[in-house]
Each structure stands twice: as structure tokens, then as C-alpha cells.
């Protein structure tokens, strides 16, 4: 895994450099998808919000300083009020879709026994991330989705890196407890 400098400088090639650019696209993408994905819970919305995210990550991508913030933290920013301008205008259903339990395509040795099983897990781990708070859920999110470090996580919600850390700990215990008494 590349450092932090290591993705501020590509961010800074990317702004005249196609390559750097599709470098950053492929390393973020599924971090950022993810993280969106576990707050949204919406194959459909996620892929809305995750599309308007990375298309702003180009249109601003002039303006990005690292001498403001690193590059994951910047692009966490846009996520985050991506995700906070969809919940704001949308109006959408938090069900899981079909499709995440049973894909009629999936290749033969994908039972959908198993399917189903896989697809309960995660139903009621976002169940239990949304028992915490908004704060703790942000965190986890960062954390475990978006493959943030408590640095990131600090620096994007305007915390200290010592207060994360007691607050990821905290929402781990509580999320093992919740899991416990489903």
C-alpha cells in the first residue's frame, strides 16, 4: 500500500496526467463506492452518488491543496457531502435489493444458499451500524469501508486522532454486543 504523500503527489500529476488520473480512479473507487454503499444501503443510489463524487474529483481536481489536507481526505470530504446532498433530496426506500441476495447470472457454484446467508450477515451488520450514533457510524465507515487510517478519519471529520480512536473503540464494542443480541 502507497503512502499518503504518495497519493497527494499523484493527485497533483493527475491534474495534467491521464495516467495518474485513472491511478487514483482505480485505487479510490472501491473504498469510496464502499464507503457511500454502507450509508446509502442502495446498489442504485451508491452507484448515483459514487458517479457525482468522482465526477466532481475531476472537475476540482485543480484545486485540490495538499498542503491542506491529503488527497483521502479531500476526496472523503466530496463523498461525504455527496452522500449528505442525496439523503437531502432524496426520497428512497432502505431496503435491501434483491439482486444482493440472488443474481440469476452468477456463475453455478454460487449457491443461493450461501448467497442468502452472506446477505443476511451483512443486513444485520447495517442493521447494527444503525444503532450507533452518527458520529460512531461515520468512523466505522471511514474506517472499515472507506480504508481510511485514524489520521484520514481525523482529518476528515475535524476530530483529533486521539478521540477517534477511543470512539472507533467504543463503536466496535457496541457493534460486537449488538451482533451478539441478533
Not at 500529476?13 to 491511478?23: G, N, P
Not at 473507487?29 to 465526477?55: C, E, G, H, Q, W
Not at 452468477?106 to 443461493?112: C, G, H, R
Not at 451483512?122 to 471511514?142: C, G, M, S, V
Amino acid at each position: 500500500m502507497a503512502s499518503i504523500e504518495y497519493y497527494n503527489n499523484l493527485a497533483q500529476q493527475a491534474k495534467t496526467d491521464e495516467f495518474a488520473f485513472e491511478e487514483l480512479y482505480e485505487y479510490f473507487f472501491p473504498r469510496v463506492y464502499n464507503f457511500i454503499y454502507a450509508r446509502l444501503k442502495n446498489v442504485a443510489d451508491a452507484d448515483d452518488v459514487t458517479s457525482t463524487v468522482f465526477l466532481k474529483m475531476n472537475e476540482n481536481l485543480e484545486r485540490y491543496d495538499p498542503s491542506k489536507a491529503a488527497f483521502s481526505t479531500w476526496l472523503f470530504r466530496i463523498a461525504t457531502n455527496g452522500i449528505i446532498d442525496h439523503t437531502r433530496h432524496a426520497d428512497r426506500n432502505n431496503e435491501t435489493e434483491w439482486e444482493e441476495f440472488f443474481d440469476p447470472a452468477a456463475p453455478s457454484y454460487e449457491e443461493p444458499e450461501a448467497k442468502m446467508m452472506t446477505g443476511e450477515t451483512n443486513r444485520e451488520l447495517l442493521l447494527a451500524l444503525d444503532k450507533l450514533n452518527e458520529r460512531e457510524r461515520r468512523i466505522i465507515e471511514l474506517k472499515f469501508w472507506g480504508d481510511m487510517d485514524t489520521r484520514g478519519i481525523a482529518e476528515t471529520l475535524d476530530m483529533t486522532e486521539t478521540n477517534v480512536r477511543v470512539t472507533l473503540h467504543r463503536a466496535t464494542g457496541k457493534l460486537k454486543k449488538f451482533l451478539g443480541d441478533m
